[in-house]
């Protein structure tokens, strides 16, 4: 019987958001990677994974697997007669008029019809009231003197920022003894961005000792609080969602997120949850929160000053300081490790079609030498 698989190394692109591709009708914060012989019945077939990344089908499709018969006569099993191993029939007469046989041990993204059990994070899950913030793993306190926080939204901007300064802290001013890495999980972040910080920026924060906080909301009301889902300085997984996500509650009152104005959306989900973490950790005392804006936003460090209510925090803007936009960080990140960053942002949000989410023109900004390393 085949081993259950939660995940294979694999490169899952963006779902292609263009008139030949239907709209997922699922959320894919659910999506794993699995082999096509442990697909199961119901379970929703997105893509083919192979060496270039996902490769999206016009439409999704339910899995009805069969056992594979060669001489079936549909006109495409036979393909596959001579294969050196297992084969399996992942649907037979939906979405094509013949058999769907695949190779058992391709790779297949799918969201599974049975959700699969989230790691258990009890052991690490604290909801904070109002009230009290409770240290969630042990040796780490809200008496460690931390005076740096650097808000790190896993897409580009902020991402070549903390890969560059873990180079070297002390010419940046930074003493990682003293810095907490703080995020917060909206629950509907790409599998492919989940993918990146997972095989190039945890191993570096554990690498350098970095406190990576990750945070949620506790429920859709101010007063559920906010979880801790993970506080360590040796973080193995990215928590892709908490206890409430954002989907959940733009699903429940039948609402759609902001493109322009205000994105309240993503101050309820990720502005006030860091905020009440600070506010209740750092007690009062001077701190500077680092923002990775980069410099073709200069009017965020203006807004971002201007709504600034914690006490004792001076925001901290580091890209603009160095003269980087969005060019020079995705190019910083492609020397670095091979691919191509995306931007930051929830599966569902109409985000993707402002200029502000898509890869930078090429050419438009160039890394200045001094900043290359």
Not at 169 to 196: C, H, K, Q
Not at 208 to 221: A, D, E, P
Not at 334 to 342: D, I, S, T, V
Request: aromatic share 8%; with cysteine; proline share 9%.
């Amino acid at each position: 019987m085949p081993e259950p698989v939660d995940f294979f190394q694999a490169v899952v692109t963006a779902y292609l958001a263009d008139a030949d591709h239907a709209p997922l009708l699922h959320d894919p914060i659910h999506a794993r990677v699995a082999r096509a012989g442990d697909v199961a019945e119901g379970d929703l077939i997105p893509a083919r994974l192979g060496m270039g990344g996902a490769d999206y089908f016009n439409d999704q499709y339910t899995a009805r697997p069969e056992p594979y018969d060669p001489a079936c006569g549909c006109g495409v099993c036979c393909h596959l007669a001579d294969h050196p191993g297992a084969v399996v029939v992942l649907s037979n007469g939906h979405p094509w008029q013949a058999c769907d046989p695949w190779p058992a041990d391709d790779l297949v993204l799918i969201i599974p019809a049975h959700r699969l059990p989230e790691q258990n994070a009890k052991e690490w899950t604290t909801a904070m009231p109002a009230a009290a913030y409770t240290p969630s793993l042990p040796g780490l306190s809200t008496a460690d003197e931390v005076d740096t926080v650097i808000n790190w939204g896993l897409g580009a901007d902020s991402t070549a920022y903390l890969a560059r300064i873990l180079t070297d802290p002390s010419a940046s001013g930074i003493d990682l003894e003293r810095t907490a890495v703080l995020y917060m999980a909206t629950g509907s972040e790409w599998p492919e961005t989940r993918m990146l910080v997972e095989e190039f920026m945890l191993p570096l924060l554990r690498e350098h000792g970095v406190r990576f906080v990750q945070l949620s909301r506790s429920g859709q009301l101010k007063a559920a609080g906010i979880t801790v889902l993970d506080d360590s300085r040796r973080p193995e997984r990215l928590f892709a969602r908490g206890p409430w996500t954002l989907w959940d509650e733009l699903e429940s009152v039948g609402t759609v997120p902001q493109q322009a104005g205000t994105r309240k959306c993503s101050l309820r989900a990720k502005g006030e949850v860091g905020d009440r973490w600070l506010i209740q950790v750092m007690g009062g005392r001077p701190f500077r929160q680092i923002m990775g804006f980069n410099a073709d936003e200069p009017g965020r460090r203006f807004g971002d000053a201007a709504a600034s209510k914690i006490p004792g925090r001076t925001g901290v803007y580091p890209l603009m300081d160095w003269g980087w936009h969005r060019q020079q960080c995705e190019d910083y990140l492609l020397e670095r490790f091979g691919a191509h960053w995306p931007k930051s942002y929830c599966t569902f949000c109409c985000f993707p079609v402002s200029m502000g989410a898509l890869p930078a023109p090429p050419g438009a900004h160039t890394l200045a030498p001094g900043h290359r390393r």
